[in-house]
């Protein structure tokens, strides 16, 4: 944004009054997805058939694939704008002008664009229940969700009168598994590149991205649900429920859904709260055995192993200068990984970790055993794997690259087209898999996997906290004891290195799999090797165990 429409727009604010007590401020919902989902017919839905409410729109697309924002200059009769070929009230659609919601540039526009419908709506004396923000189809919600958190820090004005308040993801029921399978990259498709105004530079997968944008909804919308039958609609519902356990499902024909469900009107949801992190967490403790009885842990000897990853993050930093590095640690979203296992170089994490208070009480049907056969489990241990034991594993997962034309291809069974080639590679049939890595070659960095369809990554995520220096770690107690749990008990030599994945996949052999990754941990000799090397680099933080709750401090 200008500097000039920066002022104007901030000159205007006077012309809002300052919430009184009571009054709640308007909620916003983040809508995503891909190309071609049904995004704008749901908009179009949203503006004709309210149910009653007020809803503001926020239209942000690139403009070569934004037909929608032209559309809504195209100013008509009596303030009348048509919107994807209706006639609905101007003020009620804001564009965000060259705009990309997936470049950190559109901060600026997306306050100005809240701040323009707060004053129009102020202006008419009509103020909306609902403020609605579309992402373009290649925007990144965590991103956004980010952008939402560093405005709240800067203090805008336009978030003292409307706040995140949750998330919703339209999904092509009718291609979304062909895309997740696809091994195209953002880069490889014309349209979701080009325009007059923007370029979008990544080297994204796109099932990458679309894996992100179910993951990170409170509501995936599973439209164009006329184009498939009952059975493709209940195994979509289901791999969907898998990817993110929290989220409600709805299928719609042509974005005819409960707005009064979807924009609800609750306090923030769980979701628009989280971080990277969290919501890592919310699936992982899907993923678990609920019992929790069972200790997979190599060298742990407690039974009673810390399990507890319940999330209540209070306190939050409210500093937009800060950089203070205990805020982070977590959701570490730079992408170089640092080959460095003495690292100690804080670009390595700690983008801001921002602690909130959620409470995550959604219930979801987990029932492993369905009749899709779909599945999950998190792998869990307290050795490091050896690189190239794991290398070897990593190259089993049914990721085919660009040049494997001649070899088997990857299917989810019953969905693409080919026949299920029998294979004994037990990692074939894994849809979904992502958590934390110890890997012996790094020992004071945690990495995080990530792979969807085919798409495999394995990042550095920052530094274990038992190598974080004590000044550096958070004072909130609740994430303290999120902390702790990480680091087991006190009979866990390693402080909170662990393997945490999560596996999500069809007909998945549990059993199998884990085989193959407890062949990647160390072995006693090769940890004799490694406790030797670490010693050189001690930790910095243990825990007292003794202590009620259990705290850090500072290892003698
Ligand atoms: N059969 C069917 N077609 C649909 C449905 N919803 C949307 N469409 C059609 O799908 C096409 C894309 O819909 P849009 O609403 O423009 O999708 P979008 O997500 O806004 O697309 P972009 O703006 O390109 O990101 C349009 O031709 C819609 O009419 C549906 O439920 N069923």
């Known amino acids: 944004m200008s500097e000039d429409g920066d002022a104007l727009v901030r000159q205007k604010c006077c012309l809002l009054d300052p919430l009184t007590p009571s009054q709640e401020k308007i909620p916003i919902s983040l809508l995503s997805g891909f190309l071609g989902s049904g995004k704008t017919t749901l908009l179009q839905e949203m503006l004709q058939n309210k149910g009653g409410l007020k809803v503001g729109i926020v239209v942000n697309d690139m403009a070569a694939v934004n037909i929608d924002s032209k559309l809504v200059k195209t100013e008509t009769k009596r303030g009348l704008t048509s919107f ?134 409170d509501y995936v919308l599973l439209n164009k649900a006329d184009l498939v039958n009952d059975g493709q609609m209940e195994r979509l519902k289901k791999i969907v429920s898998f990817l993110n356990p929290t989220a409600d499902i709805i299928p719609s024909k042509f974005g005819k859904v409960d707005l009064s469900v979807v924009l609800g009107s609750e306090r923030s949801s769980w979701v628009a709260q989280a971080d990277d992190e969290d919501d890592f967490r919310s699936v ?77 009480s959604h219930s979801h049907n987990d029932d492993p055993e369905t009749k ?98 004590l000044k550096f770690w958070p004072k909130s107690q609740d994430e303290l004891k999120e902390i702790i749990s990480d680091f087991g008990s006190k009979e866990c030599e390693w402080g909170d290195r662990r393997q945490e994945i999560v596996f999500i996949g069809v007909d998945m052999q549990k059993e199998k799999i884990e085989a193959l990754l407890d062949d990647c941990l160390l072995t006693d000799e090769e940890m004799e090797l490694y406790r030797e090397s670490a010693s050189e680099f001690p930790d910095l933080v243990t825990v007292d165990w003794s202590a009620e709750p259990p705290r850090p401090r500072l290892r003698k």
């Open 372 to 469: 899709f056969g779909i599945t999950s489990f998190v792998y869990t241990r307290r050795r490091p794997f050896h690189p190239d034991r794991l290398k070897a594993v990593i190259k089993m997962l049914p990721i085919k690259s660009s040049s494997s034309s001649g070899k088997e291809g990857w299917v989810i069974p019953g969905v693409a087209a080919g026949s299920r080639e029998q294979s004994d590679n037990p990692m074939r049939n894994i849809l979904r898999s992502k958590g934390f890595v110890w890997l012996s070659t790094y020992h004071r960095v945690a990495l995080f996997w990530s792979h969807a369809g085919q798409f495999f990554d394995l990042k550095d995520f920052g530094m274990y906290w038992a190598a974080t220096p």
């Open 284 to 360: 992982e403790v899907h993923g678990h055995d609920h019992s929790h009885t069972e200790c997979n842990d190599a060298d742990c000897k407690d039974p009673s192993h810390a399990h507890d990853h319940s999330h209540a993050h209070d306190a939050a930093c409210t500093d937009p200068t800060c950089t203070d590095t205990s805020h982070s640690h977590h959701a570490h979203t730079h992408d170089a990984a640092c080959d460095d296992p003495e690292c100690t170089d804080a670009s390595h994490s700690h983008s801001h970790s921002h602690s909130h208070s959620h409470s995550h």
């Open 84 to 217: 994807a070929g209706e006639l609905v009230d101007s003020s009620d659609v804001m564009e965000l002008q060259n705009g990309c919601a997936c470049c950190s540039a559109s901060e600026e526009l997306l306050q100005q664009a809240i701040m323009k419908l707060l004053i129009v709506s102020a202006e008419r004396e009509d103020p909306f229940d609902r403020i609605v923000i579309e992402l373009s189809g290649v925007a990144e919600p965590k991103n956004i969700r980010k952008q939402f958190y560093e405005m709240e820090y800067a203090g805008h004005p336009a978030l003292d009168y409307a706040e995140l308040r949750n998330m919703v993801t339209v999904v092509d029921a009718a291609n979304f598994l062909s895309m997740y399978q696809s091994a195209e990259g953002i880069q490889d498709r014309a349209d979701l590149i080009e325009d007059d105004n923007n370029m979008v530079f990544t080297d994204r997968k796109i099932v990458d991205l679309l894996t992100e944008q179910v993951e990170v909804a």
